[in-house]
């Protein structure tokens, strides 16, 4: 028992532990201390009127701040996301909004992305590669990664936070992960930075993206993905081909 505790003690002690601890403790401190309440629609609406004036006043200042909040929320995957990247566009516009929320949400993905790399992806790794299904698409994640990192940014099918952490357990590069992440996550932002806009008319975070704006995202995603598609059109031909050399 004493030498579990020391070897568990010495893991907490090390950067690894740290790390770990400070992952865990977040959430836990924001939902003790009723972060929730804070980032809620209600809340916002009741000191938009506070925040504006303050973002007016203290222009670089709040900006920065609200940015490192935002990369904050995205980086230990807490909810009211959707809430910040509409009240970054309240708050600083649609143009330098859409700046805003791609530069911190990018960061905040990055960084959750490093920390599971670093915390779990080898014995994650370990894990599927005893299955033969999980080998395939491991293998596959790392040839189209781009494709489908850009699908999975410009499509929102899967939860940010899930596309967030999902990738350190594949073979993709961080170089990748970035400029996937900020290139698919850009139409999102701008769209709702523009919403943001009229945030003193929004009553509900439900229904605020319309069929037309998911429409349009869906084809980007495709549009993503058809690299994939040609690639494996082209093997697709090779094969055939083969096939009909080896009957000749």
């Not at 708050?91 to 791609?102: C, D, H, P, S």
């Not at 992960?177 to 919403?195: C, D, E, K, M, R």
Request: with cysteine.
């Amino acid at each position: 028992m004493n030498a579990t505790m020391c070897s568990v003690g010495r893991f907490l002690a090390s950067p690894r532990g740290l790390v770990l601890i400070l992952f865990l403790l977040a959430p836990t401190a924001f939902f003790a201390l009723g972060g929730g309440k804070w980032l809620s629609l209600e809340a916002f609406a009741a000191h938009r009127d506070q925040l504006h004036g303050y973002a007016q006043s203290h222009f670089w200042l709040f900006f920065v701040g609200w940015g490192l909040l935002y990369a904050a929320v995205v980086a230990f995957s807490l909810p009211g996301g959707a809430l910040l990247s509409l009240a970054t566009g309240f708050l600083f516009g649609r143009w330098l909004g859409t700046v805003l929320i791609v530069v911190s949400a990018s960061l905040g993905a990055t960084a959750v992305f490093s920390a599971a790399r670093y915390l779990f992806a080898d014995a994650a790794r370990q894990r599927l590669e005893r299955n033969p299904t999980a080998v395939k698409l491991l293998s596959g994640f790392g040839r189209d990664a781009a494709s489908y990192l850009l699908f999975l940014r410009l499509v929102p099918v899967f939860p940010f936070w899930l596309v967030n952490l999902a990738p350190a357990f594949a073979p993709v590069p961080a170089s990748t992960y970035l400029w996937t992440t900020v290139v698919g996550i850009l139409p999102g932002s701008f769209v709702f930075a523009n919403l943001g806009q009229s945030l003193g008319d929004i009553r509900s975070l439900q229904g605020l993206i319309s069929a037309e704006v998911l429409i349009s995202l869906g084809l980007l995603g495709l549009l993503a993905l058809l690299p994939v598609g040609l690639r494996r059109f082209g093997w697709s031909r090779t094969l055939i081909a083969q096939r009909q050399e080896d009957k000749r």
